[in-house]
């Protein structure tokens, strides 16, 4: 019963590679995040969905779109896998209003080689 | 826009210690502001937030923090460490509506606990 829940865990991949990552949350939120923290620990946000739509895009490069088939998953796809895309991404999702807190999901730890 | 600046990316405390990291941020809304703990390998945690209410928060694990707008502050502290909250502990602050509920983090703050 994880509120959000990410998959897979681990990614290990090669260069040039297309991978996702999928996460799914049963909090009922109506919106879904995606954060990536780099090696330094460093969180920053990528994308935001409300209800399906896309409202933030924090300068990500094309090569990563997000997908959101309905209000409780939210895809992460990235085309031509980069060695500087190795991260941790992770899924949060919140209930709308300024004052409430994001729910994280436990990351998915991307290796590009 | 806002920013968060977490003063210390180590902080060191022996068991029973008192524990202060600290947390200063700029926005240019009435902020809402958020203290989240990161264990090895795990997602983030909130520990609490303060959303305008009361301005000492008191949050899970005998944390509390208090906002002080003079000061832009919102430092977290607890009066006695335990060796479990060895952790790396992020401050984030949200903006008005326009920020669509995007969290701005600090840099982190490694919290050591010696025995």
């Known amino acids: 019963d994880t509120a959000v829940s990410q998959t897979p865990k681990y990614l290990v991949t090669q260069m040039g590679n297309d991978k996702s990552i999928k996460c799914e949350q049963n909090?009922?939120?109506?919106?879904m995040y995606w954060y990536k923290q780099d090696s330094k620990k460093f969180l920053k946000i990528m994308f935001s969905y409300n209800n399906k739509e896309l409202i933030i895009n924090e300068t990500v490069p094309n090569r990563f779109s997000p997908k959101s088939p309905d209000k409780a998953h939210l895809n992460l796809h990235i085309n031509s896998l980069e060695l500087g895309d190795s991260a941790v991404y992770f899924c949060?999702?919140?209930?709308?209003?300024?004052?409430?807190?994001?729910?994280f999901g436990q990351g998915t730890r991307l290796t590009v080689v | 826009a806002q920013s968060v600046t977490q003063l210390g990316s180590h902080v060191s405390v022996s068991e029973g210690a008192l524990v202060l990291l600290r947390c200063n941020y700029s926005s240019s809304v009435p902020p809402y502001l958020f203290w989240y703990v990161q264990y090895p390998n795990q997602g983030l945690q909130l520990l609490l937030k303060y959303t305008s209410a009361a301005t000492l928060v008191k949050g899970i694990n005998g944390f509390e923090a208090e906002f002080k707008k003079s000061e832009t502050s919102f430092h977290l502290t607890k009066p006695s460490a335990h060796m479990s909250d060895a952790a790396e502990y992020f401050c984030a602050v949200r903006g008005g509506s326009t920020s669509y509920g995007k969290l701005t983090f600090g840099q982190g703050t490694i919290l050591t606990v010696h025995p």
């Open positions: 949060a999702s919140s209930q709308g209003g300024s004052n409430t807190e994001a729910f």
């Open positions: 909090l009922g939120h109506d919106t």
